[in-house]
């Protein structure tokens, strides 16, 4: 999720093309009864359903399942009008088009070659399209609560599940906790109308992702908004990990990104990172040579360390 609201995320709308007949017949379409977003929105509700009825709920923020708005070019799910869930370029359905995502996909720094990855929170499934393009030999597995999100699956050009993909309906937290050990990376973007899941922001969901990550494992998860707001999940998680934490800010996006290691003394090899992620950014088309120097100045800083209210190195 990028917290970038409608009216910051882009200077102008684009012209709609026409909806694809396919998702236009699966879904409610209707033009975006919005100002700054024009185009199509594609809703999960009956044809009888009265569009002048969800015109009205939709401006007064009272629609309460998530919509997707296709502008021609462009694809986004969103949850309500205040935060954009996914985005998704029509031309190109596995880019990764938002920074967040870029700077999440920074583990392959930490993670090269990585057997076993989770995603919590699909969303329109940026994340999994580019690992399982670009990480076609990774398992990965995908878990998701709402069935609406799921839903918009076709709208988002997912790939079907097979035997190193699976897409499961139901509570992340849950599901981690019966995940067999070993995951490589553990990814989290589980936001809902009211922000970032609840469930996962405690300290036995974040305890329970050092015991099931691999023994050199990343947690990599997507705060969006300000990062003091996240104060307490980015202290518990210096708790859980003893303090391998690092927070990298995303201003483009409005987001923080955070790693967590599972390793007890990870010091990383700055001056290696920075000559591997020449190599990582020539394999899968990142700017990891940025994203390097971005995460070594965040450590130096102690940025989690400041997010978190604490003082001291």
Known sequence: MSALPFDRRRAGAFSAEPMPP???ARFFAMPSPFETEAGTLLLREPPTASAGELRARLLAGRYDRPFVVDDGELRYLYFDTRLMQSAMRIAAPDALELRYTRKM???????????????????????LKFCRRRLPEAHFTAVEIDADVLAFGDAFALPPPGPLLEIVQGDGG????AAEPGLD????DAFDAHGFASGLAGRDFLRCAWDRLAAKGVLVINLAGEGACYAGLIAAAMDAFDEQVIVVP???????VLFAFRERHFAPRWRWLHSHAKELRARHGLDFPAFAQKIERAARLSVARGLAGRRGG
């Open 22 to 24: 396919d998702l236009a």
């Open 185 to 188: 990376a553990l990814l989290v």
């Open 250 to 256: 995303v201003p483009e996006d409005g987001n923080h």
């Open 174 to 177: 849950e599901w981690l906790a």
């Open 105 to 127: 996909m920074s583990f392959l720094l930490f993670q090269p070659r990585p057997a076993r990855i989770a995603l919590i929170g699909l969303g329109g499934g940026s994340l």
